[in-house]
């Protein structure tokens, strides 16, 4: 990790506090656009509803947000990098097989929320131009302004978070003081600390819908889980400074808009005069309206931003994890860890007019959202469980932390089954998608390394070098390089011999095995060279983070630079001609292209995955670009894959003794 990255986690600054407000709290802090008007509904405003949801969410922030991820979680960083894939990274070191299951179906639910939170957040906040014009048609707005969003994806963020920090200053300040404002008109609102009042909504069916009011509550916390992953861009010590100051002023509008309803007892959102029944305009004087307006826009497009940003890197990780086909990956600035990947890009935002289109209106969103985020924290729970295990953490702290967590969160489940098939069932069924697309690449990997087969360098080491010096055989290339899947220096893969042996004999002067070690954190970029046979052949290992890009042709130009600046090596060609003239010779990259092979004995299952695979694969970025080799020194050759190859065919020969047969 460079030593500025590492800063960034070490250090608390002004500058981090502001620049942890632009990044982090987007999807969260716009929270107070819909969850009132969601806790109301259609229900006349009442003290008991009222008391009982503020209550509900002042506990929900202060036990899932604040307990559970801002200081227990953050505690689970990979070399200062969060997120479901970091904490998977840390907690496979168990050998616990299964903990794959929680890591790639929380994975695929967060990405279901990079498609509900852009529409619902940009919705929201559009929708207070009703306030002006009732009739005027806000999918249009909400449409253009996420093209735009999603257009500018492709130049990278950089200059754009230089305006998000100030404007979130300002969306929080602003919160806080819509708040207060109100607050001051009626200080009653502050009997929902108690959490006896959220206890008495959630055991009454007075309010209308007791229990299940949770679902309407939960929406307050959404954006924890996108607190967790991006705590490598800010650092765990500006987060938790920096909450202080969101919780505030995040508790001073949900009290403040509660203290507006309560003086409307007894009427509807549809029966307080308004175009536009959402309490967040409502506690905003009519001069000001039209400036919130244009603040919450901003503010849901910067939670937009984050949640595609976020997004970016999952299938970054996903893709270094093997559970993810390999996509195309741009780096637009120097920033470390911002990327853009396109087809993930407009994917989303498919996905988001998808939503749009379908929903209409911010308030049937609603009913899609929060399922998909709160299966997602649960699998989050269950991975830190086995990180306190690991950690050794005392069984007395441990089980009665994952208890509270377990029954907090299976009681948001239980609310938010209800919203199954009235929207939740969209977002469930594209995280499904994502689910299968995922397991079966993870699965199809497997398969495929469980009959591959492996020989030892050692027995074909003579023969390499006989043939590196035959002359008899024309030359394929100075350089040859394969990529290998063989962990182990004295190993390499049995296909490799056959492409150098007996596919067409290949000589070359000098032969090189390349492997790519994915390590469990996230920044590093080392190497290490082993000399199999001296001026013949080579095996390169390379060490790279799960976040670092894969670009092996300039890394492989940095090790023959460094090996030839040492004199380890001469890469100059052996021709003789162009050796006294200082020529270098070329390199020839050879990639194995697999097909399943007809021969195959498959079963059912591994007929669906290894079928869905080669599918998947045709969409997928080829070897040679995952890899960053350029396609003119790159050579293909199609290799099958036999799986569970068929018994021996015993066959009888039959002698010809009649000549009429």
């Known amino acids: 990790m460079s030593t500025s990255h590492k800063n960034i986690h070490s250090q608390l600054s002004a500058a981090g506090l502001l620049i942890t407000l632009g990044i982090i709290y987007g999807d969260i802090g716009t929270s107070p656009l819909y969850v009132m008007k969601s806790i109301i509904g259609e229900h006349a405003i009442n003290?008991?509803?009222?008391?009982?949801?503020?209550?509900?969410?002042?506990?929900?922030?202060?036990l899932q947000t604040t307990l559970k991820y801002v200081i227990i979680t953050l505690n689970a960083d990979n070399h200062g990098e969060g997120g479901i894939f970091s904490l998977y990274s840390l907690v496979k070191k168990t050998k616990i097989q299964w903990l794959i299951v929680p890591a790639i179906i929380g994975g695929s639910l967060l990405l279901a929320e990079g498609i509900i939170t852009p529409p619902i957040s940009v919705s929201s906040a559009v929708e207070g131009l009703h306030i002006f014009k009732p009739d005027i048609p806000t999918i249009p707005i909400v449409i253009a302004i996420l093209f735009i969003l999603f257009s500018i994806q492709q130049f990278g963020a950089k200059l754009v978070s230089k305006f998000f920090s100030p404007t979130m200053l300002v969306w929080f300040s602003m919160l806080g003081i819509l708040g207060c404002i109100q607050i001051f008109k009626n200080v009653e609102i502050f009997k929902a600390i108690n959490p006896y009042y959220g206890y008495k909504l959630l055991t009454s069916d007075k309010a209308g819908e007791g229990f299940l009011i949770l679902g309407a509550v939960f929406l307050c916390t959404t954006g924890a889980e996108a607190l967790y992953s991006d705590m490598g861009h800010c650092g765990r010590r500006n987060i938790r400074v920096s909450w202080i100051f969101v919780k505030t002023t995040l508790i001073l509008n949900y009290f403040g808009q509660g203290a507006f309803l309560l003086m409307h007892e007894g009427k509807t959102l549809a029966q307080l005069g308004s175009s536009n029944h959402n309490p967040f305009y409502l506690i905003m004087a009519d001069w000001f309206q039209p400036i919130g307006i244009v603040i919450a826009t901003f503010a849901a497009i910067i939670a937009s931003q984050a949640l595609i940003s976020g997004s970016f890197t999952l299938i970054n990780e996903a893709m270094r994890l093997n559970f993810w086909p390999k996509v195309r990956i741009n780096y637009p600035t120097d920033v470390k860890g911002q990327l853009y990947i396109p087809s993930i890009n407009w994917l989303l935002f498919l996905g988001c007019v998808g939503i749009i289109l379908y929903f209409k209106e911010s308030k049937y969103m609603e009913h899609a959202y929060g399922l998909s985020?709160?299966?997602?924290?649960?699998?989050t729970t269950t991975l830190l469980n086995f990180y306190l295990i690991m950690k050794r953490v005392k069984w007395y702290f441990m089980t009665p932390l994952i208890t509270l967590y377990g029954?907090?969160?299976i009681g948001f489940l239980y609310a938010n089954v209800s919203k199954f098939m009235e929207g939740g069932y969209v977002t469930l069924f594209v995280a499904i998608f994502m689910i299968f697309i995922m397991s079966t690449w993870f699965l199809a990997k497997k398969i495929s390394k469980n009959y591959t087969q492996i020989v030892k360098i050692d027995d074909y080491?003579?023969?390499?070098?006989?043939?590196?010096?035959?002359?008899?055989?024309?030359k394929?290339?100075?350089?040859?390089?394969?990529?290998t899947n063989a962990t182990r220096s004295d190993e390499i893969e049995e296909k490799v011999m056959y492409s150098i042996l007996?596919?067409?004999?290949?000589?070359?002067?000098?032969?090189?095995?390349i492997h790519v070690h994915v390590l469990n954190e996230p920044y590093r970029k080392e190497y290490r060279v082993t000399e199999i046979l001296k001026d013949d052949l080579y095996r390169v290992d390379f060490y790279l983070g799960f976040r670092e890009p894969t670009k092996i042709n300039l890394m492989f130009k940095e090790v023959i630079k460094d090996m030839v600046s040492k004199g380890e090596m001469d890469i100059s060609s052996r021709y003789e001609s162009l050796n006294k003239n200082n020529i270098i010779g070329d390199f020839k990259f050879v990639l194995s292209e697999k097909f399943l092979s007809n021969d195959s004995d498959l079963t059912f299952f591994e007929k669906i995955v290894m079928n869905t695979y080669f599918v998947l694969k045709k969409f997928s970025l080829s070897e040679g670009k995952a890899f960053g080799l350029d396609n003119s020194s790159v050579k293909v050759e199609q290799f099958p894959m036999v799986l569970h190859p068929p018994e021996i065919i015993n066959m009888k020969r039959i002698e010809k003794s009649n000549p009429n047969m």
């Open 47 to 62: 003290k008991q509803l009222i008391l009982g949801g503020l209550s509900c969410i002042l506990w929900t922030l202060t």
């Open 373 to 379: 985020i709160i299966l997602g924290m649960m699998m």
């Open 407 to 409: 029954t907090i969160e």
């Open 461 to 474: 080491i003579k023969v390499l070098g006989e043939l590196s010096h035959d002359e008899t055989i024309p």
């Open 476 to 483: 394929y290339a100075t350089h040859l390089v394969y990529m």
């Open 502 to 513: 007996r596919k067409r004999p290949k000589r070359a002067d000098i032969y090189w095995f």
